[in-house]
């Protein structure tokens, strides 16, 4: 009789998790999976998927705009209702597809909140089960600050159920979330204000990145009001009141709050069995998502790692191969390529202008900023920024960043000849695609 009910128990049914879950009964384990929500986690139903739909769906607005001087008439009307209606209607096709991967693979699924009675047994429903290893994937949830009035604030997860959309919003944060949504709202119409405590928008990415899409945002009528903090929100007859650390009281249909997100580890029960959390609250692993008790696993963004959706993914590939299959497949951390589908869109791999002067003893930068082709027939004034970052002493590109149109599709393709070791002869040698926005990362000099 086998010792344990289950190979492996899986919490929590999001990208990670479902990888996870789904290779490792297809190389032979018993695995379940429990989920209290809806399937693929946040990425799916309240992040990367929604979001991008509703980039899409906005950016026509500008798509519109440009197609004047192109010679057509464009006399349309936008229906938030059937963007959002359509938007569910995808959402639910993918929790099906989640769904029958796992059935497929042979994987148990089971509905409820999980909690670890100890290092082998998961409860859910009064009901345990036990499993040789346990593997935490419950992911993050968003943050919203202390202060007087914060059973006002609102997270990103509202945008997706928005019944209308509001005339004006305030987004408190200025990394990929609050970016991005501020894009989306102004693009429909809505008054934006960014309010943000640091000094620039979108910490960590280069800086000729961050101010080139500064101006963008604002030339498109976002304001971005920084080192400011929003120290108080009221209720103001149908709307809100924030009251702001700099004496203005600004008035918001809709105060999102986008400043970050916590793992997602409330409930489990692992403090009570001996789970080290670091100090963001994030279960910490060893380099094959392992935890302090060495039965319990962890993979994706309640790690308190890198907070991507392909990130999450990878570990739980690892995971599954590490501990069902051979142990062959391994993680590269180095240059993972990023986007923000703000618009204009920004995307970047490798190291910034400022992280390459601390990791190379010379450093030389190449640098296009223009308009692109598609707008010379346009009213609109959008320009793209272009950089390279190159390690002067073996001439090995380190670092490729760009701002607008295309940005994350151009930059993907950059990722693979980053991994491949590539130099900026190699790119100079590179004959481009004329007449492309991309071409401008081979003719730089």
Known sequence: MAEYDLDLFVVGAGSGGVRAARVAS?????????????????????????????????????????????????????????????????????????????????????????????????????????????????????????????????????????????????VVGAGYIALELGSVLCALGVNVTIVHRGEEILRGFDRDLRCHLHDELEGKGIRIVLETQVKELRKCGSGFEAHLDNGEALATDFPVFAIGRAPNVEGLGLEGIGVDLGQRGGIVVDDDFTSSVRSIHAVGDVTDHIQLTPVAVAEGMHFAHHFYGQGEHRIDYTNIPTALFCQPELATVGLTEAQAWHCCQDVRVYKSVFTPLKLALSERKEHTIVKLVVDASNDRVVGCHMAGHGAAEIIQGLAVAMKAGATKAQFDATIGIHPTSAEEFVTLR
Request: aromatic share 6%.
């Open 26 to 170: 297809e190389l032979g384990a018993r695995v379940a999976i429990a989920e209290m929500d809806r399937m693929g986690g946040t990425c799916v139903n309240v992040g990367c998927i929604p979001k991008k739909l509703f980039v899409y769906g906005s950016h026509f607005a500008y798509d519109l705009r440009d197609a004047r001087g192109y010679g057509w008439s464009t006399e349309a009307a936008f229906d938030w209702a059937m963007l959002r209606a359509n938007k569910d209607r995808e959402i639910a096709r993918l929790n099906r597809i989640y769904q029958g991967l796992l059935e497929r693979a042979g994987v148990d699924l089971l509905r409820g909140r999980a909690r670890l009675l100890d290092a082998h047994t998961v409860e859910i429903d009064g009901i345990g089960r036990s499993a040789k290893r346990i593997l935490i994937a419950t992911g993050g949830r968003a943050i919203v600050p202390d202060i007087p009035g914060r059973e006002h604030a609102l997270t990103s997860n509202a945008m997706f159920s928005l019944e209308a959309l509001p005339k004006r919003a305030m």
